[in-house]
C-alpha cells in the first residue's frame, strides 16, 4: 500500500504565480480531502470530494481557489494567483466510506508564497 | 458546527510516565466517531486511536488508550510509558457520519514535550 501520494513536497514561488498542487489517494478509497494547516489557523479543511465529486467547498477561501479530481486516482488544488497569505502546509488525504474510516494523510505540500 | 477543543496548547512528561492530553467537543449527534492524530516533526499524520460513540468501551492501543465520556462530550488521550519519540503536536478530530458532512473537524492541537 503506497499511501497518499503528494507532490510537489516543497514549492517556493512568487505573488501572482499560478500553483498546482497534486495528490494521489489511496487506490479504493472514495472520500478526498484537502486540508491546509497554519499557526494561526490550525487544520482547515478547504474541500472534499466522494465518489470524485465535489460535496463541500465551503471551505475554500475565495475564487483563487479551485480544486478537481478527474478520476478517482488524482486531483489537483490550483491557486491562481497566489499570494503570500497562502503559504501553508496543504494537505491531501483519502478514507474508505465515512464516519468510523480514518483519513489517511499525505505528507503535505509545503507552499512558500514569497 | 461541531467543535473541538483542545485546552492545552503545550504540555511535558517525563520519559516513562504517563501523560493525558484533554479534548472536549460540542455536538448535537449521537452518532459519531472520534479519533487522535499525531504529527512528528517529519509532520506526518498519524493516526494514533479511534472511539466510536456508540460504544462504551474505550479504545486502548498498546501504550495508547482514550477516557471517553459521552455526556460530558470529552475524550482525552493518556500515553503510558511515555518514550522520546512520542514527541509531537497531538490533534483530536471528529467526524460525523452524514451524508454531505463527513469532514474531519480537528482540535487546535496540543505539542507534548518528552524529557529525557
Known amino acids: 500500500d503506497a499511501g497518499v501520494i503528494q507532490s510537489p513536497r516543497h514549492e517556493v514561488t512568487e505573488m501572482g504565480q499560478e500553483v498546482t498542487l497534486r495528490c494521489k489517494p489511496i487506490?479504493?478509497?472514495?472520500?478526498l480531502f484537502w486540508y491546509r494547516q497554519t499557526m494561526m489557523r490550525g487544520l482547515e479543511l478547504l474541500i472534499y470530494f466522494n465518489n470524485n465529486v465535489p460535496i463541500d467547498d465551503s471551505g475554500m477561501p475565495e475564487d483563487r481557489f479551485s480544486a478537481k479530481m478527474p478520476n478517482a486516482s488524482f486531483s489537483t488544488l490550483k491557486i491562481q494567483p497566489s499570494e503570500p497569505r497562502d503559504s501553508a502546509v496543504y494537505f491531501c488525504?483519502?478514507?474508505w466510506g465515512f464516519g468510523g474510516s480514518p483519513l489517511h494523510f499525505g505528507n503535505g505540500t509545503r507552499l512558500t508564497v514569497t | 458546527a461541531q467543535t473541538v477543543t483542545q485546552s492545552q496548547p503545550e504540555m511535558s512528561v517525563q520519559e516513562a510516565e504517563t501523560v493525558t492530553l484533554s479534548c472536549t467537543y460540542d455536538?448535537?449527534?449521537?452518532?459519531?466517531?472520534l479519533f487522535w492524530y499525531k504529527q512528528p516533526p517529519s509532520r506526518q499524520m498519524i493516526l494514533v486511536i479511534r472511539q466510536e460513540a456508540y460504544k462504551q468501551q474505550n479504545a486502548t492501543e498498546n501504550r495508547f488508550s482514550v477516557n471517553f465520556q459521552k455526556a460530558a462530550k470529552s475524550f482525552s488521550l493518556k500515553i503510558s510509558d511515555s518514550q522520546l519519540g512520542d514527541a509531537a503536536m497531538y490533534f483530536c478530530a471528529y467526524r460525523h457520519p452524514q451524508g454531505g458532512s463527513e469532514k474531519l473537524v480537528f482540535g487546535k492541537g496540543t505539542k507534548l514535550t518528552v524529557n529525557p
Open positions: 455536538t448535537s449527534e449521537s452518532d459519531y466517531y
Open positions: 487506490s479504493g478509497h472514495d472520500y
Open positions: 488525504a483519502s478514507s
